[in-house]
C-alpha cells in the first residue's frame, strides 16, 4: 500500500479544481477513500490509516489464512509450551508492544534493577494465600510480578498485558520507545523514593543516570559557563554516520553559536559569539544510547524513520568521551 501521505494527498487533489456547488458524490467517495482497493493480504504489518479499506488488525490473518492443522492438534501438546531448561522466557505482543517487551526485558536482565523491585515492599502478596490467584495493582506489583514470571515461569512466553494496561498503553497504536523508557523509569525511580528500605532509594539513578555539562565559551573574553545537568540516555543523530562510535563523537562535537544564535555573555554583557559543547563528567552503570531514527522531514511535513544501518562495537570505550572527574568504568558491553 502507498505510504499515508501520498494517500492523502491523492484524496484531495480534486479540492484544487472543483468548486464547492460542483461537488458530486464521486468527490466524496475519493476524498473518503471508498474505492481504495483493500490491502493485499500480509502486506502490511498493521493497520494503514490512509485506508480504510484495510484489514490489518481485526483478525483477517485468522478467518482469511489458510489453517494449518499441526498448529491445531498441537495445542494440546503442553509440550510446545514448555520453556527448554537455560532459555528464557519471553513476552507476547499484543499488536505494537514490542516496544515496551524490549524494554521490559532489558531492565529484567539488570539483575541489581531485578533484586530491587523483589525488595520493594508488597504486603498485599505477603498476606496473599494460595486458594485464589495472586492478581498485582499498582505498577510496581506488576513489574514486580512480571519479572517473576520471566525469572520462573515454566512456559516460553508470557503476556504482559496486566502491566500494559495498568500502565494505559494502547496496544495498537507503536509509542515512541525513548518517551515510554523516560516515563516508565521516572515512575519507578518516584515509587522507589518512597520505599521504607533507604538502600531502593537511589537505584534508578545509580543505574541508568550520568552526569553532563554543556559549556558554552565567549570567542570574545574567553569565559565559559558551564550548566551541569543530568541524563539518562544520550541521543544520538545518526544521519550521515555509520558507526556508533562516530555517532558519540558527532554527539560531543563542539557547536558554533554566531548570527541569530549569538549566546549572551555574562562577563561582556553583551551577545557574542560562542562554541558550545556537551561534556561527559560521569557514566552510568547502564548506558543508554538512543538511535535517532525519527527525523522530521521537511518536505512532507511528517516524521520519517531512518533505516540507515550504524554497526556498533562489542565493547564501547567511553573513556575518551569522559572528562574532569575519574570514572571506574567507561568499558560498555
Ligand atoms: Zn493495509
Ligand atoms: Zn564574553
Redesign the pocket.
Known amino acids: 500500500m502507498a505510504p499515508r501521505v501520498q494517500l492523502e494527498k491523492a484524496a484531495w487533489r480534486w479540492v484544487e479544481s472543483v468548486r464547492p456547488e460542483d461537488i458530486q458524490r464521486e468527490h466524496i467517495e475519493i476524498a473518503y477513500r471508498i474505492c481504495v482497493p483493500a490491502c493485499k493480504r500480509g502486506a502490511c504489518r498493521r493497520n494503514c490509516k490512509g485506508n480504510p479499506n484495510c484489514l490489518v488488525g481485526i483478525g483477517e490473518h485468522a478467518w482469511l489464512g489458510e489453517i494449518d492443522e499441526n498448529t491445531f492438534h498441537n495445542i494440546d501438546d503442553p509440550n510446545s509450551e514448555r520453556r527448554d531448561k537455560n532459555t528464557f522466557v519471553g513476552l507476547t505482543n499484543l499488536g505494537a508492544t514490542c516496544y515496551v517487551n524490549t524494554f521490559l526485558q532489558v531492565w529484567f536482565h539488570n539483575l541489581e534493577l531485578r533484586r530491587t523491585l523483589y525488595l520493594c515492599q508488597n504486603t498485599r502478596a505477603e498476606e496473599h494465600d494460595m486458594d485464589s490467584d495472586y492478581e498485582p495493582r499498582s505498577i510496581c506489583e506488576h513489574l514486580q510480578y512480571l519479572f517473576a514470571l520471566l525469572q520462573n515461569s515454566n512456559r516460553r512466553y508470557i503476556d504482559p498485558s496486566g502491566l500494559v494496561k495498568a500502565l494505559g498503553l494502547d496496544t495498537g497504536q507503536q509509542q515512541d520507545a525513548q518517551e515510554f523508557s523516560k516515563l516508565f523509569l521516572s515512575l519507578l525511580e518516584d515509587t522507589l523514593s518512597k520505599q521504607k528500605n533507604p538502600n531502593l532509594h537511589n537505584v534508578i539513578q545509580q543505574q541508568f543516570c550520568g552526569q553532563m555539562s554543556y559549556v558554552t565559551v ?6 565559559a559557563s558551564p550548566l551541569p545537568s543530568r541524563f539518562y540516555e544520550l541521543e544520538l543523530n545518526i544521519q550521515g554516520h555509520k558507526n556508533l562510535t562516530e555517532c558519540v563523537t558527532e554527539f560531543l562535537k563542539e557547536e558554533k553559536l554566531d548570527g541569530d544564535n549569538r549566546y549572551f ?4 554583557q ?1 551577545k ?1 559569539n ?1 562554541a558550545r559543547r556537551i561534556k561527559l563528567h560521569s557514566l552510568p552503570r547502564v548506558l543508554n544510547l538512543q538511535l535517532m531514527r525519527f527525523v522530521f522531514d521537511r518536505q512532507t511535513g511528517h516524521k520519517k524513520k531512518l533505516n540507515t544501518f550504524i554497526s556498533f562495537p562489542e565493547q564501547l570505550d567511553m573513556g575518551p568521551s569522559v572528562q574532569f572527574t575519574i570514572v571506574t568504568r567507561n568499558m560498555f558491553h
Open positions: 565567549c570567542n570574545q573574553c574567553g569565559r555573555c555574562e562577563s561582556c553583551s557574542q560562542a
